[in-house]
T-cell receptor, first 115, second 111 residues
Framework: NAGVMQNPRHLVRRRGQEARLRCSPMKGHSHVYWYRQLPEEGLKFMVYLQKENIIDESGMPKERFSAEFPKEGPSILRIQQVVRGDSAAYFC?????????????FGPGTRLTVL | QKEVEQNSGPLSVPEGAIASLNCTYSDRGSQSFFWYRQYSGKSPELIMFIYSNGDKEDGRFTAQLNKASQYVSLLIRDSQPSDSATYLCAFPNSGNTPLVFGKGTRLSVIA
């Protein structure tokens, strides 16, 4: 019974390149959340998606960042023209429902390093 | 902006002692609260959730919620070195879903 899967686990990009992070939710989960954790900081919400829909992107930077969760395949967080400040751990979480008491389970994260 | 406040620590306790981790939150309407544990370099894992005033116990862990004081705590009895981690308090932003996290309290259990 696989949990939330993320790949790659580590990603190194040079400034100006694109970073593409993937997340497959737990089986039976249709709600996906992306969080970012900067060094020595707490987790910050970025975007919440259901299949083919962005529900809440209030935490997403207005430029260079985008997310999708297609009907088939994993959710993807895309960062264009990366800068050093994008270096962080990006965690994906999933839940079965959108009820506030429903648990969000986290994937292992993708550690992005921008050189 | 909804916020969660936690003492960043580090909180050091001797092995076998009770560790007490505290969290205050800004949104009086919040109904449910989650405690996650995060080991260094790892992802958060759920320890407990609580949505009723009072205490909720699970093994060595007890969560306490006081909605009137907007205060939630986590007690760890018989602390072990393996409990050394950062503990994150969180609640849903708007009734449902995206979680608002505190910065976490770093706990160190000394053998």
């Amino acid at each position: 019974n696989a949990g939330v899967m993320q790949n790659p686990r580590h990603l190194v990009r040079r400034r100006g390149q694109e970073a593409r992070l993937r997340c497959s939710p737990m089986k039976g989960h249709s709600h996906v959340y992306w969080y970012r954790q900067l060094p020595e900081e707490g987790l910050k919400f970025m975007v919440y998606l259901q299949k083919e829909n962005i529900i809440d992107e209030s935490g997403m930077p207005k430029e260079r960042f985008s997310a999708e969760f297609p009907k088939e395949g994993p959710s993807i967080l895309r960062i264009q023209q990366v800068v050093r400040g994008d270096s962080a751990a990006y965690f994906c979480a999933s839940s079965r429902t959108s009820v506030g008491t429903d648990t969000q389970y986290f994937g292992p994260g993708t550690r992005l390093t921008v050189l | 902006q909804k916020e969660v406040e936690q003492n960043s620590g580090p909180l050091s306790v001797p092995e076998g002692a009770i560790a007490s981790l505290n969290c205050t939150y800004s949104d009086r309407g919040s109904q449910s609260f989650f405690w996650y544990r995060q080991y260094s370099g790892k992802s958060p894992e759920l320890i407990m959730f609580i949505y009723s005033n009072g205490d909720k116990e699970d093994g060595r862990f007890t969560a306490q919620l006081n909605k009137a004081s907007q205060y939630v705590s986590l007690l760890i009895r018989d602390s072990q070195p393996s409990d050394s981690a950062t503990y994150l308090c969180a609640f849903p932003n708007s009734g449902n879903t995206p979680l608002v996290f505190g910065k976490g309290t770093r706990l160190s259990v000394i053998a």
